[in-house]
């Protein structure tokens, strides 16, 4: 328990012996809201540490946390949204090499296509009679 609760509790206790049940009640608003701001502190502390893992790296500006180990992550859900979506492993697609977020809808051209496109003529398709 916080310092503060517990001066909270010491008050709470004083109140006791007086009765006083305005300044009890007050008391008890004072430790509902310290709660509350505690619990919006560690909220804000947890944000703050993911921030600071999350890194840029790499020739496409991917994110990742744990030293390049994690990840990579979407810059987009990341910069926009403070998502931590994963992207799945990049693969070829009709413009490129690419990887897809399945939250923002983003496409991340890593390059050409590995394997060449194949493209099959018809049969009778260009020929002359």
């Known amino acids: ?8 509790a010491e008050a709470l206790k004083l109140a006791e012996k007086f009765r006083d049940l305005d300044f009890k009640e007050k008391m008890r608003v004072i430790r509902e809201q310290v709660l509350e701001l ?15 893992e999350m890194k840029a790296f790499g020739p496409h500006n991917y994110f990742y ?3 390049q180990r994690g990840g990579p992550y979407c810059p987009v859900c990341w910069q926009r949204d ?3 979506v994963l992207l799945p492993a ?37 020929q002359w009679s």
């Open 1 to 8: 328990m916080s310092e503060t609760l517990m001066l909270i």
């Open 38 to 52: 505690q619990e919006e502190n560690s909220k804000l502390k947890s944000r703050l540490k993911a921030k600071e």
């Open 65 to 67: 946390k744990d030293e």
């Open 82 to 84: 403070d998502k931590q």
């Open 90 to 126: 990049s693969a070829d697609y009709m413009t490129g090499h690419e990887r897809y977020c399945q939250v923002c809808k983003t496409g991340f051209f890593e390059g050409r296509r590995k394997e060449q496109i194949e493209i099959s003529r018809p049969r009778g398709f260009g």
